[in-house]
């Protein structure tokens, strides 16, 4: 019989596993950094050097437009606040290995956050302060067809990756699940899946699972990329209201672009 999962045991199991650790604001499931938040959300900086991420992997946009492609949490409403910093659970279920051929693939690209089979352009974090659940949104800076690759080779998940086991890096047994997710009709090539990664505690006691929405979504030349992901159940109307949000970014700052040529 599955154990069942309760919140504060759930606390406890994860406290155990050493995935939460002890104290007021980590048991949020969240590490916070020193300083106060940003009033706006923590934008990472690119991986490649200022002046080499412009127009970077083929992308049409200078810097100050992928910039401007960024949603925010003014785009969510409450909820949504600007991040507080990168989830426990990351390093806890999401840094993992499995044996499943390809699985391992996707697990890999879920943890370093390279949805789109490269390091994202730039990217942001926004925490829901309701669920602890977290969404990161990234601007892609790959060629449109390595995009399309990508979103040809996640497709392919639901069928090869239905369901496979994998191992924890704190040593847990995870059963992981995908399935095909429905997006909105939005941009040019699109792809969503959801992701359940569930594992029981050492003493059997306690069952949690981390639920994972995925999406990618190519707009012309450009492309972006988002998980949604928390403890128990995610709620999808984020999902699809930054998907949405995110083609009319892209296309409203490629229209603008053309207008200023």
Known sequence: MTAEIRPRGLLLALTAAGLLAVGGCAALGLRHPAAAPHPFPTIDAPVQAPKASAKAGGS?????????????????????????????????LLKATTSAG???????????????????????????????????????????????????????????????????????????????????????????????????????????VLTIDLAAVRVGEDSFALTNAGLGDVPNDATQAAVQMGALRLADVHRQGRVQV
Request: aromatic share 4%; glycine share 8%; charged share 25%.
């Open 60 to 92: 049409t946009l200078s810097d100050q437009q992928a910039q401007a492609a960024l949603i925010t949490q003014s785009d969510l409403g409450a909820p949504w606040t600007p991040t507080r910093g990168a989830a426990t659970w990351r390093d806890g």
């Open 102 to 208: 390809e699985c391992q693939r996707l697990l890999d690209a879920l943890y370093s956050d390279e949805l789109l089979g490269a390091p994202a352009r730039l990217a942001v974090g926004l925490d829901d302060a309701d669920t602890d659940a977290q969404l990161r949104y990234q601007i892609g800076a790959r060629r449109p067809a390595d995009v399309d690759a990508t979103l040809a080779w996640l497709r392919t998940m639901p069928a090869k990756c239905a369901d496979f086991m994998a191992t924890s890096g704190t040593g847990l047994t995870e059963e992981v699940q995908v399935m095909e997710a429905p997006l909105p009709e939005v941009g040019d090539a699109r792809q969503g899946l959801r992701i359940l990664v569930g594992a029981t505690s050492q003493d059997q006691e306690e069952r949690y």
